[in-house]
């Protein structure tokens, strides 16, 4: 009969009377004061469970001083028995710790085994979400997919040509109006804010044909009308919930887009039309020369074209990318959207077909076509260069570096100044036919998120960080 703590003959025996084992009195009692469980079970144990146990006893004798070898071995009999308990305490723990890491590893393993699991589900979905169609048929080419298969509708088809037609012929040979903004009235343009803080994370702006009204909004899904000539908000705009992410003005109407996806026009501050084709944000807006077509872009790779006549969508053409920024050719035959692959893709607005791509190094920020017809300017985001495409060699022909970020790029009407504008300011280049080569008639630190020309190109008009409304003016 040996303890179950020491391991040895006990001098005074008891049972446990849950366990049935037998310990040392003075080792299981001093075990029970200070931890209240078995020692072999766990389980809770207190003095009143055990059983004394009777047996032959071997009497020592009374321990004398320290002096003597009989006492030495008394003190050396506690030590072990002390040594004893706090071995068999560790062994306990260790086993215990072993456990605990087994089952910390396990989960570990299932938890990594899951992860892997959905990451590779993910990454499928979202392969297959690149080729979903609303149909649900495959995209036919890897650049675009027409959903409603015949384009436009032939009264579109037939204003697209007759806009063309009519602004091709007249192009080449049209003079600078006797009133529009030379090199040396630029150069003296100050900036003049006309505005306090309008809408929160302001991100475009957009003049009306007199150039006096100011199309703006922000996150708050509240847009509104600027008069600049009055200085205050003439009109509020209410898009419903999501950001305000574009805005323009079609045919004397304001139309906007947002980051639920929702296009919707208004006509005088009351809202006439409402589309909600894109799944997804609808980043950017752009109208056709003939101001009876609007196309929006969206994260969903997709663009759609919008009869503002009979208030429908017209034809909605998916392509390879989420779009960013989106623009019509001058004479109205083209349109191009830029793209977060860095790829800015031209095509056919009659028929929806991928006319060409230019190669960027990052998501299209701006894209903006000169009235020359043959040059598109474009900004990387974050960039702080513009690129000059030719559409005629499909090639990239010039790089303008304005030396800071650039958000927001304008041609103005005549194709001579190209005005950019970022964090840092706006600086306006000038393209001279005569000599070939670009100026900088002006540079200004005021900062802007985006500029529109004003009126015969007399004023820009820039949207700053906070909201505010800026005009540079001759002085």
Not at 33 to 55: A, F, I, Q, Y
Not at 85 to 106: D, F, G, I, P, V
Not at 223 to 247: C, E, N, P
Not at 410 to 418: A, K, P, S
């Amino acid at each position: 009969m040996l303890c179950a703590i020491s391991g040895e003959a006990p001098q005074v025996p008891v049972a446990s009377r849950k366990s049935g084992n037998v310990f040392e009195k003075r080792l299981i009692e001093a075990y029970i004061s200070e931890n209240g469980k078995d020692p072999v079970t766990n389980e809770d144990l207190s003095t009143d469970d055990l059983v004394d146990l009777k047996s032959s006893r071997t009497v020592r004798p009374r321990p004398p001083t320290l002096t003597s070898i009989p006492s030495l071995l008394s003190v050396f009999q506690n030590e072990w028995d002390a040594l004893a308990m706090e071995t068999y305490t560790l062994r306990q723990q260790l086993a215990q710790t072993r456990q605990e890491l087994s089952t910390a590893l396990y989960q570990h393993d299932a938890a990594v085994r899951v992860i892997a699991r959905l990451s590779r589900e993910r990454d499928e979905a979202r392969e297959a979400l690149s080729e979903v169609t609303v149909n649900g048929g495959p995209a036919t080419n890897g650049d675009a997919m027409q959903v409603d298969g015949g384009g436009l509708s032939e009264s579109l088809k037939s204003k697209v040509d007759a806009s063309q037609e009519k602004l091709s012929k007249t192009r080449r040979k049209r003079a600078v109006p006797e009133d529009w903004a030379t090199a040396e009235t630029i150069q003296v343009f100050k900036a003049k804010s006309i505005s306090e803080a309008l809408y929160p994370g302001s991100r475009f702006i957009s003049l009306d044909m007199s150039g006096d009204l100011a199309l703006v909004g922000g996150n708050d899904g509240v847009a509104g009308v600027f008069s600049i000539s009055q200085k205050k908000v003439v009109q509020t705009l209410k898009g419903g919930r999501g950001a305000i992410t574009d805005g323009l003005w079609a045919s004397g109407r304001a139309a906007i887009a947002t980051a639920h996806g929702n296009v919707k026009i208004f006509d005088h501050g009351s809202e006439v039309s409402s589309f909600s084709n894109h799944a997804g944000e609808a980043t950017a807006l752009a109208v056709h020369p003939s101001g009876e077509i609007l196309a929006s872009v969206g994260v969903d790779k997709s663009y759609v074209l919008y009869d503002l006549e009979s208030a429908t969508a017209a034809t909605q053409v998916y392509t390879n990318a989420a779009l960013t920024s989106a623009a019509f050719h001058p004479d109205g035959h083209l349109f191009a959207a830029g793209g977060a692959d860095g790829q800015i893709k031209v095509y056919d607005v009659k028929s929806g077909d991928n006319a060409a791509n230019f190669d960027a190094s990052g998501p299209i920020q701006s894209l903006s076509f000169s009235e020359n017809g043959t040059w598109l300017a474009a900004v990387v985001k974050g960039e702080t260069s513009v690129s000059i495409w030719d559409l005629r060699k499909a090639a990239q022909i010039k790089t303008l570096d304005i030396g800071s970020q650039i958000k927001s790029i304008r041609w103005d009407y005549t194709g001579q100044f190209l005005v950019a504008a970022g964090p840092s300011g706006l600086a306006v280049q000038q393209y001279s036919k005569a000599t070939k080569e670009w100026l900088e008639p002006l540079r200004s630190g005021v900062p802007a998120v985006a500029v529109e020309w004003g009126s015969r190109a007399q004023s820009i008009v820039s949207l700053g960080p906070d909201g505010t409304i800026t005009e540079f003016v001759e002085s």
